[in-house]
């Protein structure tokens, strides 16, 4: 059993900062990725910004200098520091990890429960 978890969501006013954080826990032998994408109400989910093997980062073009990715792997943990914020921000933000539960296993994705943050203006 895997689980993602994700904390850190809030009310903030624009120009403000958060910090998103986002644990996997349970049988995990290896995992590949972690990232984070958003859905606004009546958007499609999109990505915000995503670390690969710790290693590379991607991040959406309407993050970019703003949103910062980073990763504990001791922790299984990866981190969205989110800085300068606009209403624009606002959304639920869920946190993904692509792992492997056993080192035979082909690598899978789990998704947290999502966690909402509001950007007034």
């Known amino acids: 059993q895997v689980q993602v978890v994700e904390s850190g969501g809030g009310l903030v006013q624009a120009g403000g900062s958060l910090r998103l954080s986002c644990a996997a826990s349970?049988?995990?032998?290896?995992?590949?990725?972690m990232g984070w994408h958003r859905q606004a109400p009546g958007k499609q989910r999109e990505l915000v910004a995503v670390s690969t093997d710790g290693e590379s980062v991607t991040y959406a073009d309407s993050v970019k200098g703003r949103f910062t990715i980073s990763r504990d792997n001791a922790k299984n943990t990866v981190y969205l520091q989110m800085n300068s914020l606009k209403p624009d921000d606002t959304a639920v933000y869920y946190c993904n990890a692509d792992l492997q539960s056993t080192s035979y296993s082909l690598s899978r994705t789990y998704w947290g429960q999502g966690t909402q943050v509001t950007v007034s203006s």
């Open positions: 349970g049988i995990v032998f290896r995992i590949n990725a």
